[in-house]
């Protein structure tokens, strides 16, 4: 299901993610925590984007470190998999 809801997301919304996880991986190889805003948006695409599926992520869970490491994974494997794109 994760895959049907993915495949969904345009191409400029694709890129404004990927652009978005490689600028909060950037900072987290560098001060080894993510960044909060970038956290928030990613936190946030997931919820425009996959609002049809049974989990919803609200504010406080970008400050859980559990729920940081799911939606990193989520769209660490959309990127990289589900839409093949290459790791800069």
């Known amino acids: ?3 049907q809801f993915a495949n969904n997301v345009i191409l400029k919304d694709r890129n404004q993610i990927q652009k978005v996880f490689e600028e909060n991986a950037d ?4 001060n080894n925590k993510h960044h909060s805003k970038k956290m928030k948006k990613l936190f946030s695409y997931y919820n425009n984007h996959f609002s049809g599926l ?6 406080q869970d970008v400050e859980c470190e ?14 990289y998999d589900l839409w093949e794109r290459k790791i800069v």
């Not at 049974?54 to 504010?59: G, M, Q, V």
């Not at 559990?66 to 990127?79: A, D, F």
């Open 66 to 79: 559990e729920c940081q490491n799911v939606i990193i994974k989520l769209w660490s494997t959309i990127i």
């Open 27 to 30: 900072y987290f190889a560098k």
């Open 1 to 3: 299901m994760v895959e």
């Open 54 to 59: 049974t989990i919803t992520f609200e504010d």
